[in-house]
Nanobody, 125 residues
Framework: HLVESGGGLVQPGGSLKLSCATS????????MGWFRQAPGKEREWVAA????????FYADSVKGRFTISRDNKKNTLALQMDSLKPADTAVYYC????????????????????WGQGTQVTVSS
């Protein structure tokens, strides 16, 4: 079970912190990823973190602006988003994965059976 929250309307240059509450699986057995889907576009991968947080990987479009983190005691995942741009407008989703790879194609090609409801992020003046 995945529940994303923390989205909202923010002006360009602003910040938001997303959260993902998880249940129903052993959280620290899995890497975790953040993904997003903008209107009329395919879902794209944003960031990934290994099971213990020791390895982190970002899409080029968010590197240096977004920070992924996890709390294995609370079974939660977070995404701190700074310097937001209108192009960041999308519904954001989290999802576990059995593996972690420093490979953009790996993450962008992932196909999962189910997703949470996502949280809407809108960046607009």
């Amino acid at each position: 079970h995945l529940v994303e929250s923390g989205g909202g309307l923010v002006q360009p240059g602003g910040s938001l912190k997303l959260s993902c509450a998880t249940s129903g699986f052993i959280f620290d057995d899995f890497a975790m990823g953040w993904f997003r889907q903008a209107p009329g576009k395919e879902r794209e991968w944003v960031a990934a973190i290994s099971w213990n947080g020791g390895s982190i990987f970002y899409a080029d479009s968010v590197k240096g602006r977004f920070t992924i983190s996890r709390d294995n005691k609370k079974n939660t995942l977070a995404l701190q988003m700074d310097s937001l741009k209108p192009a960041d407008t999308a519904v954001y989703y989290c999802h576990p994965d059995r593996e972690f790879h420093y490979d953009r194609d790996y993450w962008n090609r992932r196909k999962y059976d189910s997703w949470g409801q996502g949280t809407q992020v809108t960046v607009s003046s």
